[in-house]
């Protein structure tokens, strides 16, 4: 299965700053990744997908202005937090699909705090 | 809109007590299911999943599920955890080209 690098897995950030988290599949070209969000005790929650070289597809409630996405190679997206706040601390995670969708494959997460 | 539904927020159980998670979905139509595992600190693994064929799957660490196709269910079991079963679970649906998963269960496993 696709090995999926996330970094970095921990970053605190004073408010008002930004973050970049990149996601790496290191052995799978990805044309499509998922961006995730887990709050603690809850489900992953679907943020984006991203597509290589285009845009990436926001779910309902997203702030794409606020949550930037690049997918600028079949091995890579980035998610940058612009202007985080507090609120915006949560774990995130990266995720591929596996050919045809029959499996997702995780990187290992990304705990952001903003202070 | 599909949702996965998991039951039980959180196990507390017994080492060599048997386990079984519940897991709902609502879709009707064609689903491949999955069960991830979220060991403390670790990324999501993959337990098992289900495409078609035989409604009862064999993961690793001696984990199964069955897919009861009338129920929309895709309950996870195994018949005697372990300590190092505690760990956060995950049911999820494929649809398509999305993923949908439920809210986890937690299970600690006492020694």
């Known amino acids: 299965g696709a090995v999926v690098s996330q970094h970095p897995s921990w970053v605190i950030c004073k408010s008002g700053t930004s973050v970049k988290i990149e996601c790496r599949s290191l052995d799978f070209q990805a044309t499509t990744m998922f961006w995730y969000r887990q709050f603690p005790k809850q489900s992953l929650m679907l943020m984006a997908t991203?597509?290589?070289?285009?845009?990436?597809?926001?779910e309902q409630g997203v702030e794409k202005d606020k949550f930037l996405i690049n997918h600028a190679s079949l091995t890579l997206s980035t998610l940058t937090v612009t202007s985080a706040h507090p609120e915006d601390s949560s774990f995130y995670i990266c995720?591929?699909?596996?050919?045809?969708?029959?499996?997702?494959?995780f990187g290992q997460g990304t705990r952001l705090t903003v202070v | 809109a599909q949702s996965v539904s998991q039951h039980n927020h959180h196990v507390i159980l017994s080492e060599a007590a048997s386990l079984e998670l519940g897991c709902n979905y609502s879709y009707g139509g064609t689903v491949n299911l999955f069960w991830y595992v979220q060991y403390p600190g670790q990324h999501l693994q993959l337990l098992l999943k289900y495409f078609s064929g035989d409604p009862l799957v064999k993961g690793i660490k001696g984990f199964e599920a069955e897919f009861i196709k009338s129920k929309f269910s895709f309950n996870l079991r195994k018949p005697s955890v372990q300590w190092s079963d505690t760990a956060e679970y995950f049911c999820a649906v494929n649809t398509g080209n999305q993923f949908y998963f439920g809210t986890g269960t937690s299970l600690t496993v006492i020694p």
């Open positions: 995720s591929v699909p596996g050919r045809q969708y029959t499996e997702a494959f």
């Open positions: 991203s597509n290589e070289g285009s845009k990436a597809t926001y």
